[in-house]
């Protein structure tokens, strides 16, 4: 009898537990279908071709893997940009690719790796989720500008883009603080 009373006990507890770990289970399955759909996503969108720095290799420039997505160097010295006639050429790019002049002045491609102070390690899911609909800095703020480009990526669903930042926490937060744009009237 008192076995039993013990054995019902020990039930009453462990059932509650063990849907308590289903449900956590079944959360993390979900969480990591998330970072790898994003990780899909982030590859086959290439991000990278604009936000991860490059190495100058025998073939060109190469990523370079150990600062993956971290942006513009902020160590990068680079020259002014040319300044193009009234042909049809209206921009270019630095070398990288981190780093375009155009009509709307000089932008320099976004650190995207979790760090705290220089990425995006303190935006919500939401401000992530806004720059990309929006089209504005963190969701609110000023335009975010060429080439990024968000009105394409704004046609993604709710999922997708929030399956993008769910890889973007899981790679390594690199410190690169990415220099403001410079506006069109002080770019030449
Ligand atoms: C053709 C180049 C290019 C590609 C490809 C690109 N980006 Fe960008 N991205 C930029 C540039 C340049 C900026 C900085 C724009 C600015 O300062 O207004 C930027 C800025 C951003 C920002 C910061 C927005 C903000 O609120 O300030 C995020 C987030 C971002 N990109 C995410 C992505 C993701 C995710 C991908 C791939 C799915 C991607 N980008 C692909 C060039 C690119």
Not at 16 to 29: D, M
Not at 34 to 42: A, D, F, I
Not at 118 to 143: C, K, P, Q
Request: glycine share 10%.
């Amino acid at each position: 009898m008192k076995w039993a009373r013990v054995r019902w006990q020990a039930l009453a507890v462990a059932l509650p537990a063990a849907a308590f770990g289903v449900a956590s289970v079944t959360t993390s399955v979900k969480a990591s279908r998330r970072v790898s759909r994003g990780e899909y996503l982030v590859s086959a969108m290439g991000c990278g071709s604009c936000h991860t720095p490059k190495t100058m290799g025998p073939d060109g420039p190469r990523a370079d893997a150990s600062r993956f997505l971290a942006g513009h160097p902020e160590d990068a010295e680079l020259e002014p940009p040319p300044v193009l006639g009234p042909g049809p050429w209206v921009a270019v790019s630095a070398w990288d690719t981190t780093a375009w002049s155009g009509p709307w002045g000089i932008s320099y491609s976004a650190n995207l790796t979790p760090d705290e102070n220089t990425g995006i390690g303190s935006w919500s899911e939401e401000t992530f989720v806004g720059a990309l609909r929006t089209g504005r800095h963190m969701g609110v703020a000023r335009r975010i500008l060429p080439p990024m480009p968000w009105g394409a990526f704004r046609n993604l669903t709710d999922d997708d883009l929030r399956s993008i930042y769910a890889y973007l926490w899981t790679i390594p937060p690199i410190r690169n603080r990415v220099p403001e744009p410079v506006p069109p009237r002080t770019a030449r």
